[in-house]
């Protein structure tokens, strides 16, 4: 007999065209909880949630944690989970975002900056305690529901602001790696940037890129390492591999179709260059990005409309 499949629902959101965060909050979100341990669900958005009183657990996961007053939840799109107050009652209030649109306010010309994050702050939810120092990360999220709140004038500018700001303070507290070094441009290499972003994909000569810029090549070469800390075509490498990242998560294309598309003249180039810039191949990195969708193959997922009231 075929094992039943653990139900899961997908509790959707939608965020009104004039907001940047649906807010679930206000006093009808102090409640008892006991949706229980095999009762989970996951969203379209990101969620951060804060907690204002009362205890219980939350299940993020196979993990079971405690939560009591101050503690901060940051939960990916694909996290299972789920709160539980036993017959108690506790005082939560929660926002969703999208988060790939912050990253890109955030880093609106560096993609690879951008999708490195978001996989990051996607691998997995957080439950953060008042012991972790996290008096700005709470300052910030009550900050943007009493904006939310009171929708005063200007209110969409100032939680848009706060709402940046309480991305980079997430990345701050949960991300272990060193970000990437954001050293000062100089305008006089501005055209050859441009043109290697627009024209990644066809043949890029050094010649040419210093001759867009006025510049004898040997000067180009040592304005450019000087300023973008990697020869003219190392970038063109990163920028290709930077582009292929988004067809390998956007699109079902092979990786030699990808390969292609970057531009390389050879697959095992692709293959080279990309594990040598992002540390796995082509094949894994997608096949990492995918599992997070794969395991909710073991459950029977049910749509529904986010909690409302």
């Not at 973008?228 to 290709?240: C, I, K």
């Not at 909710?296 to 909690?307: D, E, P, Q, R």
Request: hydrophobic letters at 35%; a neutral charge.
């Amino acid at each position: 007999m075929m094992e039943e499949k653990k139900r899961v629902e997908y509790r959707y959101y939608d965020i009104p065209k004039d907001d940047v965060v649906f807010p679930l909050m206000g006093e009808k979100w102090n409640k008892e909880y006991g949706e229980g341990r095999e009762r989970l669900h996951f969203h379209n958005y990101y969620e951060v949630g804060i907690c204002h009183e009362g205890e219980g657990e939350m299940i993020l996961g196979e993990r079971e944690l405690h939560f009591g007053p101050g503690c901060i939840s940051l939960i990916p799109t694909t996290e299972l989970h789920t709160t539980n107050t036993f017959g108690g009652k506790a005082g939560w209030e929660w926002m969703y975002f999208d988060l790939p649109w912050v990253l890109k306010e955030l880093y609106p010309d560096d993609e690879l900056m951008r999708e490195s994050l978001r996989r990051s702050i996607q691998k997995e939810g957080r439950l953060l305690t008042p012991d972790m120092d996290i008096q700005k990360l709470s300052f910030l999220v009550k900050s943007i529901f009493s904006e939310m709140d009171a929708r005063e004038y200007m209110y969409r500018d100032m939680v848009v602001h706060l709402l940046l700001m309480l991305v980079v303070e997430i990345i701050r507290k949960t991300q272990r790696a060193s970000m990437p070094e954001r050293g000062p441009m100089k305008n006089d290499i501005f055209p050859a940037i441009e043109h290697i972003k627009k024209n990644f994909s066809s043949l890029i000569r050094v010649s040419d890129l210093s001759n867009l810029c006025g510049m004898s090549e040997s000067y180009f070469r040592r304005i450019f390492e000087k300023y973008m800390n990697m020869r003219p075509l190392d970038y063109v490498n990163f920028v290709r591999i930077q582009r292929s990242c988004s067809m390998l998560w956007e699109t079902q294309l092979s990786v030699a179709e990808v390969s292609d598309r970057v531009g390389y003249e050879s697959v095992s180039s692709f293959i080279r260059n990309f594990r040598r810039i992002i540390g796995s191949t082509p094949q894994r990195w997608r096949m990492d990005e995918e599992y997070q969708k794969k395991k909710f193959l073991n459950y029977n997922i049910t749509a529904l409309k986010g909690w409302m009231e």
